[in-house]
């Protein structure tokens, strides 16, 4: 198998031109988990490109990160490749879906999910999304029914709070108080206990 990759650069992301055949669309949530991630790890993967005969880079994959370092007026990685115009378009047309095909080991994402921590809201969303929607926990550790169907559903449990400076403190000794109370030992059992036994007083 050949190498095709003729070297790394790092070139400011409003040289590197877009494909025309790009057949990927970017909805609105997707952007922002992408500037979420990179704000909170930055640049770890590289866009892909081929060069032009006049040296111009045209993508062939990374438009959406390569877009939002263009937002900010920064520079991106680049992998160039030495491919014509056919083997980018079949590149083009088969990252994607070849990356997609991959199956999934519920019990190492589970362990992998419990793991990560985001302060970003749509980057938090998504990995809640990564089994499916997640089931209804009751707070007695079953579950309850659903009508959809329950093989989509994954068991994560999230909370996302949204604290400034002047409440956070506070927040975290009434946390760490309740925790004392409820014989819980996280954050997240923590507060679903406390709204359990507030809605439940009415």
Known sequence: MRNRIKGLR??????LLPNPKNWRTHPDRQRKAMHGILEEV?????AIARELPDGRLMLIDGHLRTETADEAGQDVPVLVLD???????KLLLT????????????????????S??????????MLANLLGKPREVDYEGGEYESNEDSASFSGVRMVQ???DESNI????????????KYGTSNTTDTTLE???RASSQG
């Open 10 to 15: 790092v070139v400011p992301a409003n040289t």
């Open 42 to 46: 930055g640049y770890a993967a590289a």
């Open 83 to 89: 491919v014509t115009e056919e083997e980018a378009d």
């Open 95 to 114: 990252l994607d879906p070849i990356a997609e095909m991959a199956e999934t080991d519920n019990a190492v994402l589970m362990e992998l999910l419990e």
């Open 116 to 125: 990560v921590e985001t302060d970003n809201a749509e980057v938090s969303e």
């Open 161 to 163: 709070l949204f604290l």
């Open 169 to 180: 403190s506070e927040f975290q000794n009434a946390i760490h108080s309740l925790e004392h």
């Open 194 to 196: 406390a709204l359990r």
